[in-house]
């Protein structure tokens, strides 16, 4: 079977590589000079699977838009008459038992997906500064209370005082009062997901089964009757057998006339400085649950992970936010690396309201789609590429694929 895959980031990468392993012909198309040249690129690490992100926390209550506007720490929004149609669609995946629902869809989606990433690493050799370990730390003393009461007995950790945290972690030594405490998860993984990408892609290049066009602008989708049979680009037309769209930044202008799916652009950004190798450095991941931090170490760096905008946004916005996360770390881990040589990053990808992925067929023959992983893009692209497999081969999943739908906007 021929399949052109859209897209070379982490997600499109790992999707080809698993219809090539299995036998398939595949194009893939990318637009850039490279791989990993979007989001992919800057990634905060985080692989999960408890960690994955949602979009919005949960609304206790009959949610409606209205709940919209309630005060969420780690996402910001374009409020604009264009985007008030997505904005209601999140505020109905904030009720309670739907957002509960997402969750756990979410969670066993990353789970299945981060077992393979890690058998896929020692299947092929790949290391990509692999580091286990998750900290969530509480300064806030409403948040730590109630933290214990949602999470009584945690599944996959355990309660740590400020005086255990820092034992475990001495590089938290200099984290202002009020420090309470943190959850351990010491199964959690982080590491770097566009270098572990690259080796696959790598790999993928030297198989013949593969097409692989750089600097490619895919213009739009060839229907033939009641069926997608190729790709129009700006080097001329290409057919397939199936066409997958992994491209999250361009998916939205070919689905249009042909799907209509409820997305948003989300922006985020990412400060990467060096350790400093003369004071202690950062042992574990780092979640600051009230401060709009995430700090993961990728071998001799430290990345850290900040807010996130939901539509449109101005350069002011994107100078502000980083002022807010640089002067942040700077507070929190003053010693742990050298942050006045510190670089910045931003990236965009496709998020749906519900915080899930659109990953299978679609109502439209040969059409199937691989986009919307919001924040866990690196977390997801493994599970992903495994689901579309055996979809486009007509194969029963090892998890069930009908949560990750495109089509369950449609019901």
């Known amino acids: 079977m021929h399949v052109i895959v859209i897209g070379a980031g982490v997600t499109g990468t790992s999707c080809a590589h698993r219809l090539l392993e299995n036998g398939h012909q595949v194009t893939l198309i990318e637009s850039a000079s490279s791989p990993n040249q979007g989001c992919s690129f800057g990634m905060a690490g985080f692989m999960g699977p408890l960690s994955a992100s949602m979009l919005c926390s ?162 739009s989708l060839i229907k033939e009757t009641d069926t997608i049979v190729g790709v129009q680009t700006d080097k001329g037309p290409i057919k397939a057998d199936v066409v997958v769209l992994s491209n999250n930044l361009g ?63 101005t350069h002011d916005m994107t100078d502000k936010i980083i002022e807010e996360m640089y002067e942040s770390v700077c507070k929190l881990l003053p010693m742990s690396a050298a942050w006045p040589e510190s670089t910045n990053w931003m990236g965009q990808t496709l998020v749906h309201p519900d915080s899930l992925p659109s990953c299978g067929a679609t109502n439209i023959k040969g059409l199937y789609l691989n986009i919307g992983h919001g924040l866990n893009g690196w977390a997801l692209s493994e599970g992903c590429a495994s689901l579309l497999l055996c979809l486009i081969e007509g194969k029963e999943p090892e998890i069930d694929p009908n949560p990750y739908s495109p089509m369950r906007f449609s019901k």
């Open 58 to 219: 949960p609304f206790k209550g009959n949610a409606g838009l209205a709940s919209i506007f309630a005060k969420t720490r780690r996402l910001g929004w374009d409020v604009s008459i264009g985007h008030m149609k997505f904005l209601r669609a999140l505020a109905n995946a904030r009720s309670a038992d739907k957002w509960q629902a997402d969750r756990k869809a979410l969670v066993e989606l990353a789970r299945y997906s981060v077992a393979l990433t890690e058998f896929t690493a020692r299947m092929e050799n790949i290391g990509f500064e692999q580091n286990y370990g998750l900290l969530k730390i509480y300064t806030n003393e409403q948040e730590w209370e109630t933290a214990h009461k949602e999470q009584a007995v945690p599944v996959a950790g355990e309660w740590l005082s400020a005086e255990e945290t820092i034992r475990l972690d001495p590089s938290l030594e200099n984290v202002p009062k009020p420090f309470l405490g943190s959850l351990y998860m010491p199964q959690e993984l982080t590491g770097n997901g566009s270098f572990f990408s690259k080796q696959l892609q790598i790999q993928n290049v030297a198989d013949k089964k593969l097409t692989m066009m750089y600097h490619t602008t895919v213009k």
């Open 251 to 313: 998916a939205k202008s070919l689905l249009e006339g042909h799907l209509n799916i409820p997305s948003q652009m989300l922006t985020g950004w990412t400060i990467t400085a060096k350790v400093d190798p003369v004071n202690v450095p950062v042992k574990y991941a780092l979640s600051f649950e009230n401060k709009d931090i995430e700090v993961t170490k990728l071998g001799n760096r430290l990345r850290v992970c900040g807010r996130y905008w939901l539509g449109e946004l």
